[in-house]
């Protein structure tokens, strides 16, 4: 959600907020799981509500900590999403056990599972996928991740 990343208007870091500037058939944006974003980033999805709908990653883990289930969570995130939903999978916002080389390392992120689970409740609500992108995956020396920013495990758009 940044205006641009290191001077790079159309980066991985600022194309959803982009996508909601220039392209008017873009309804909503339901981001699930951010836990590294700038004041600024945090301003513009204020400034948006409604059309732009966030679970921050620390809100979800403290939900769960007082009781909720992520059953509960992903079905009312699933009652966001409109008929047509693209994925964009940000995957560094699994937790960094599962992708280790990520740059910047940020505390929490999601386990496979959990992602599967939801991925699971788009699907069973009837709503139709019409694209889906991963990004931020490269090749290392050593392993499949290597990249450099935490952002958001996916954007639901």
């Known amino acids: ?3 641009a990343y290191e001077g790079f ?3 991985h870091a600022s194309i959803m907020r982009n996508a909601l500037q220039e392209v008017p058939q873009l309804i909503k944006l339901v981001q699930v799981g951010p ?3 700038s004041q600024n ?20 883990k403290n939900r769960q900590f007082e ?8 079905e ?16 560094d916002g699994l937790d960094r056990k599962l992708c280790p080389h990520t740059g910047t390392p940020v505390p929490g992120g999601f ?3 959990e992602v599967y689970y939801l991925f699971r409740k788009v699907m069973e609500s009837g709503r139709k996928f019409i694209g889906f992108d991963l990004c931020e995956v490269g090749i290392s020396d050593s392993d499949w991740n290597s990249n450099v920013r935490c952002e958001s495990a996916f954007q639901i758009v």
């Open 41 to 60: 980033e945090n301003d513009y999805i204020q400034k948006n509500t409604g059309r732009v709908v966030t679970y921050f990653d620390k809100s979800i």
């Open 76 to 91: 009312e995130i699933v009652e966001h999403l409109p008929p047509k939903v693209y994925i964009s999978f940000d995957i």
């Open 1 to 3: 959600m940044q205006e």
């Open 67 to 74: 009781g909720e289930t992520w059953k509960k969570i992903a």
């Open 111 to 113: 386990e496979t599972e």
């Open 9 to 11: 208007i159309y980066s």
């Open 35 to 37: 836990r590294d974003f």
